[in-house]
């Protein structure tokens, strides 16, 4: 309960508190720690929860189970590695003039409220608010994509605004359908919205209303997880605004979006007693998974090329939640998880290879290794992780994803390994000459952030060679619940 | 034959009302009339949303018929004539949209939503459920028009016409719901409007103008 009002009660003061010490030089100091202290209070949640199970607060208006609080500490821990990159960063980009220190002020308070909405997002027991919260979120993230200015920029935050906004619009309209079917059995006013509610009279829920509701839902969250056909935003978003939000768009807020779709198909599936769901989920993440494997090799700009590659990883979850069962969700979990961090890295080093070379285009950035080891190193390792090398963690998840699919649903198979041959190639080949070769970069005016890469890194190898108990347990409770 | 309660036929009649003005904002071509257009349609949804609170004894209903009176027919229709006057695009008037065509698309549409919401409407137990199919054809209009326009400030009329429609879909489908979703709905429209606002400050400095053109740079292969 205090734990719940700390994780959110601290960005909240921590955006306010940013709008007003705004422009001083020790604003991304403030940024970090505020950071900092979310990531105590969610630990503090998490440990809570492990030794005493799953917990609803404040008129129920709260749920925590083992599945939204694993995706609470990641937001946290994530939010915090980003807030200790983006302090360097951004100090590069003023010293290139690409911000002043009134847009830094603008930058750092809605990266506080956006933390805030992803994780009032998680941890809500109210359908309705999630949707509010989810809205709130991609509000906070127009403004981080327009911060540049740039025409482009402004383009890319205008597609983001009207595709996420009516496609936020559809899965308002599922939630009101879910309500309709709801309100008959609970009653009307709030109660009928809460999930945990929900989730207890699932059984009886009218299934025509709800498998309407679910496509709705479906259309509408997926715009935002960037499932293909809906996924145009994604790009634009990631390649357009500052890299520190790249990494939390794809690290985290894909994943809160992800979670809102799975938490309605629990209760969509309870209600229908078929595989209507499952089957709409794994069709629209086997669609993602080709159609991004395939613009990979089409990319000429680094940011884009790897906000291709985390559309693809949503499609192979999504696809991972859709096959259900025990060992699809813990893979989906885990690769929830490990894509999170390792693309949130490769955004990290990306960054300040761009910075170096001057330039997003890939023909312009050469030869990162030998100008500054430790960022190409970075990229190296990431591109290496994302593509699914063992020992990183990544190949674990895709493994178990891959081994499911051959033994439930062998026409799948085909189509994902083929996919993923593609998009080893595309990225691989891309990546290469940017590290290794002749060299066109140049030094960083200010030493660049590594330690949140390697610390990344060095989490997703740890997860492919051993998973603590913990987690795997906490992993396996999650599985259970999602079906 | 049974006769229909006065007001239930009022609430029938506002949305129709409701549809017309969809209809009627997807072919005007002014801005400044596509403002007032949505304003009416604000008040048509503040007036059936009272009604079904007064027949209902639904008090929170009476709420939300003041939230949409306060922000659908005051706050957000002033915001964006102050914006236009700011921005002095006060003249702008669309150019090269087939508006018979769009018309017959938003025929085709309504039909569509019709039979759509007809299985769901079959099983609410509201007095208001014949007009869920409106809801949803109003919906899909102010689709059709973010579709359709090319300048930034119909789109975004659109959009909000849009949240018209889906609140249209609550009171009518359940009553409306919960308040406290209400309130948070209610927010994120006001301050995305506003962040709307300072965005079109933006894109008018970069481009001198808000034609939506100017932003199809971002492609594919570049």
Not at chain 1, 43 to 60: C, D
Not at chain 1, 68 to 89: D, E, K, M, W
Not at chain 1, 333 to 353: C, E, N, P, Y
Request: charged fraction near 10%; glycine fraction near 8%; include cysteine.
């Amino acid at each position: 309960m205090l734990e719940i009002l700390l994780v959110l009660g601290i960005p909240l003061a921590g955006a306010l508190l940013l709008a007003a010490a705004g422009e001083r030089a020790h604003a991304p100091m403030i940024n970090v720690s505020v950071c900092g202290l979310t990531l105590l209070a969610a630990a503090a949640l998490t440990v809570r929860v492990i030794s005493e199970g799953p917990m609803l607060a404040l008129n129920k208006l709260f749920f925590v189970d083992p599945f939204n609080v694993f995706l609470v500490a990641l937001t946290a821990f994530v939010g915090f590695t980003t807030a200790i990159f983006s302090h360097p960063y951004m100090r590069i980009e003023r010293a290139h003039g690409r911000v002043t220190a009134g847009r830094l002020r603008l930058y750092h308070s809605m990266f506080q409220i956006f933390n805030f909405t992803m994780l009032l997002a998680l941890l809500t027991n109210n359908m309705g608010i999630l949707w509010v919260a989810l809205e709130a979120a991609t509000l906070a993230t127009v403004l981080l994509v327009s911060l540049y200015r740039t025409p482009e920029s402004l383009e890319a935050a205008w597609k983001y605004f009207i595709l996420c906004g009516v496609g936020i619009a559809q899965a308002l309209f599922g939630t009101i359908l879910l309500y309709f079917a709801a309100e008959k059995l609970l009653g009307a006013g709030g109660g009928a919205l809460l999930w945990t509610e929900l989730n207890g009279v699932k059984g009886d829920l009218e299934p025509t209303v709800l498998s309407l509701a679910f496509v709705f839902l479906l259309v509408g969250y997926g715009t935002k997880v960037g499932l293909a056909p809906l996924h145009n935003w994604l790009p634009d978003a990631h390649a357009e605004g500052p890299t520190p939000v790249s990494a939390v768009l794809s690290g985290l807020l894909l994943n809160v979006a992800l979670y809102a779709v799975v938490r309605c198909k629990v209760l969509v599936e309870g209600s229908l007693q078929t595989s209507f769901a499952k089957e709409l989920m794994m069709g629209f993440g086997l669609l993602s998974v080709v159609v991004a494997a395939f613009l990979l090799s089409r990319q000429k700009d680094v940011k884009r090329l790897f906000a291709y590659s985390s559309i693809e990883h949503m499609g192979i979850i999504t696809f991972a939640f859709g096959m259900g069962g025990p060992v699809a969700s813990f893979a989906g979990l885990l690769h929830m998880t490990v894509h999170s961090l390792t693309k949130s890295a490769i955004f990290f080093a990306v960054g300040h290879a761009v910075q170096a070379a001057g330039t997003q285009m890939m023909d312009g950035i050469r030869g990162l290794i030998t100008v500054s080891p430790m960022i190409g190193w970075g990229l190296a390792l990431g591109a290496l992780a994302i593509l699914g090398m063992p020992p990183f963690g990544v190949f674990a998840s895709e493994f178990l994803i891959l081994t499911t699919a051959i033994h439930d649903h062998a026409w799948a198979t085909p189509l994902l390994l083929l996919a993923l041959g593609v998009a080893f190639a595309a990225v691989f080949s891309k990546v290469q000459p940017m590290v290794f070769g002749e060299t066109s970069v140049r030094r960083l005016p200010h030493p660049p952030a590594m330690t949140p890469v390697f610390v990344h890194m060095g989490l997703v190898l740890m997860l492919g060679l051993w998973i603590p108990p913990v987690l795997a347990d906490w992993y396996r409770q999650a599985a259970r619940l999602i079906g | 034959m049974t006769s229909i309660p006065l007001w239930s036929q009022l609430i029938n009649l506002l949305a129709a009302v409701l549809l017309l003005l969809a209809f009627a904002m997807l072919a005007q071509r002014r801005v400044l009339t596509l403002i007032d257009l949505f304003a009416a349609q604000g008040f048509a949804l503040a007036c059936s949303t009272g009604i079904v609170a007064f027949a209902t004894h639904q008090p929170h209903l009476y709420w939300s018929a003041g939230l949409t009176l306060v922000l659908k027919v005051g706050v957000l229709p002033w915001l964006l004539h102050r914006m236009i006057e700011r921005l002095d695009v006060r003249w702008d008037v669309e150019g090269l949209i087939n508006i018979p065509t769009t018309m017959l698309i938003g025929i085709v549409l309504v039909v569509f939503a019709f039979n759509l919401a007809f299985p769901i409407a079959q099983l609410a137990n509201t007095v208001t459920r014949a007009t869920l199919g409106i809801a949803m054809a109003s919906v899909m209009l102010s689709f059709l028009m973010m579709i359709t326009r090319r300048k930034a400030i119909p789109q975004v009329i659109g959009f909000l016409s849009m949240e018209n429609g889906l609140f249209f879909a609550a009171t009518s489908a359940t009553y409306g719901m919960p308040m406290v979703v209400e309130l948070g709905i209610a927010l994120d429209v006001l301050v995305g409007m506003l962040i709307l606002g300072v965005f079109f400050f933006q894109i008018r400095e970069q481009f001198d103008s808000l034609d939506l053109k100017h932003l199809e740079k971002l492609k594919e292969n570049e």
